[in-house]
């Protein structure tokens, strides 16, 4: 079959690889409906993490189960499904609370930039539609799997609550998530860090109220002008570098909560900082499996759009424009059709 690998830094390839196969019986194999390029499979795609050996990438996915291992229940051959980037037995004392983003059996999805994917611990992992979506709602329910539930749970850390003020950092597909969470949460001002027309764009259709194009020191000081000098009652780090997580600091008001999502590169405290800020803090891998069915369902009943993210499509075998396409800041998200 088809299948994206990344052979060294700007080196992607969609190439022959093995079909994969059930290797335990918590296995399930899907046929992938559509996959995506994510913004963290950007930093091995710079050579700002290691590439040791050719990678297998991909972790968005949906699609429907064609062969499950002996031991899943909860899926079944001929079912579209969903599943989170973080594989989870959704049964052990961190799933219960919330946290399969930190289960005891912990996997991180892979190889799902291809026709069909392995998919371990299926019946904590994958969530099943009651019916065949209809084809327009694929985009949308491929958000759910990382990129709509990551920003989501980067409001949720915030504790984003109906009437507060909310800053978000960084107008990528994370970021742009998080505006509509915010909004979806009762957000009643929402402030998105945007330097590009077509991102600020996408953030304003999603509820945000007003865009700063500044960065830094400016930035900052737009933000404390638009809050009457306090900050933001909750804001969403949705970058992860140095600067994006200094700006997330000094926008936040004393009492407030910062839901960081950003995978960090670069990023260290200073402790005094924190002391005297009075900020809270909360973030990491998202556990999208707590969010999803109520995710899978907003998509479903047609409540929220997420998909818009994907502003370009191509298919598997361009997978290489996709990824270029993203780095140069072409597009916003690209979506994979397999």
């Given at each position: 079959?088809?299948?994206?690998?990344?052979?060294?830094?700007?080196?992607?390839?969609?190439?022959?690889?093995?079909?994969?196969?059930?290797?335990?019986?918590?296995?399930?194999?899907?046929?992938?409906?559509?996959?995506?390029?994510?913004?963290?499979?950007?930093?091995?795609?710079?050579?700002?993490?290691?590439?040791?050996?050719?990678?297998?990438?991909?972790?968005?996915?949906?699609?429907?189960?064609?062969?499950?291992?002996?031991?899943?229940?909860?899926?079944?051959?001929?079912?579209?499904?969903?599943?989170?980037?973080?594989?989870?037995?959704?049964?052990?004392?961190?799933?219960?609370?919330?946290?399969?983003?930190?289960?005891?059996?912990?996997?991180?999805?892979?190889?799902?930039?291809?026709?069909?994917?392995?998919?371990?611990?299926?019946?904590?992992?994958?969530?099943?539609?009651?019916?065949?979506?209809?084809?327009?709602?694929?985009?949308?329910?491929?958000?759910?799997?990382?990129?709509?539930?990551?920003?989501?749970?980067?409001?949720?850390?915030?504790?984003?609550?109906?009437?507060?003020?909310?800053?978000?950092?960084?107008?990528?597909?994370?970021?742009?998530?998080?505006?509509?969470?915010?909004?979806?949460?009762?957000?009643?001002?929402?402030?998105?860090?945007?330097?590009?027309?077509?991102?600020?764009?996408?953030?304003?259709?999603?509820?945000?109220?007003?865009?700063?194009?500044?960065?830094?020191?400016?930035?900052?000081?737009?933000?404390?002008?638009?809050?009457?000098?306090?900050?933001?009652?909750?804001?969403l780090e949705c970058v992860g570098t140095k600067q994006s997580m200094d700006q997330a600091l000094h926008c936040a008001r004393?009492?407030?909560?910062?839901?960081?999502?950003?995978?960090?590169?670069?990023?260290?405290?200073?402790?005094?900082?924190?002391?005297?800020?009075?900020?809270?803090?909360?973030?990491?891998?998202?556990?999208?499996?707590?969010?999803?069915?109520?995710?899978m369902d907003l998509v479903l009943t047609r409540k929220i759009n997420p998909g818009k993210v994907?502003?370009?499509?191509?298919?598997?075998?361009?997978?290489?424009?996709?990824?270029?396409?993203?780095?140069?800041?072409?597009?916003?998200?690209?979506?994979?059709?397999?």
């Amino acid at each position: 079959m088809l299948g994206t690998v990344l052979h060294a830094p700007g080196d992607i390839r969609c190439e022959e690889v093995s079909e994969p196969e059930i290797l335990l019986p918590t296995d399930a194999i899907i046929k992938l409906s559509a996959s995506c390029v994510c913004g963290s499979d950007l930093w091995p795609y710079r050579g700002l993490n290691d590439v040791a050996e050719p990678m297998h990438m991909g972790h968005e996915y949906c699609g429907v189960v064609v062969e499950v291992g002996s031991a899943v229940k909860t899926v079944k051959p001929g079912q579209f499904v969903v599943g989170s980037f973080c594989l989870s037995d959704n049964t052990c004392p961190h799933c219960k609370v919330g946290f399969q983003s930190s289960c005891e059996q912990r996997e991180f999805m892979t190889g799902a930039q291809a026709s069909l994917a392995r998919v371990p611990l299926a019946d904590g992992t994958l969530v099943a539609t009651a019916e065949m979506p209809s084809e327009d709602l694929i985009p949308s329910l491929l958000a759910t799997s990382d990129v709509l539930g990551t920003g989501w749970y980067a409001a949720v850390a915030a504790q984003v609550k109906p009437g507060s003020t909310v800053v978000v950092v960084g107008d990528g597909a994370v970021g742009l998530m998080g505006v509509l969470a915010s909004k979806q949460m009762g957000a009643e001002r929402i402030i998105a860090m945007s330097r590009h027309k077509n991102r600020q764009d996408l953030a304003l259709e999603y509820g945000a109220t007003d865009i700063i194009a500044e960065r830094g020191d400016e930035g900052i000081a737009k933000v404390k002008e638009l809050t009457n000098k306090i900050g933001a009652d909750a804001v969403l780090e949705c970058v992860g570098t140095k600067q994006s997580m200094d700006q997330a600091l000094h926008c936040a008001r004393p009492g407030s909560m910062i839901g960081y999502v950003g995978v960090p590169h670069g990023v260290e405290f200073d402790g005094q900082q924190l002391f005297f800020s009075q900020v809270g803090m909360l973030g990491g891998p998202a556990p999208v499996r707590r969010f999803l069915p109520h995710l899978m369902d907003l998509v479903l009943t047609r409540k929220i759009n997420p998909g818009k993210v994907f502003d370009l499509e191509v298919p598997l075998a361009d997978v290489a424009e996709g990824y270029k396409a993203m780095d140069e800041r072409r597009t916003i998200k690209t979506l994979l059709r397999v």
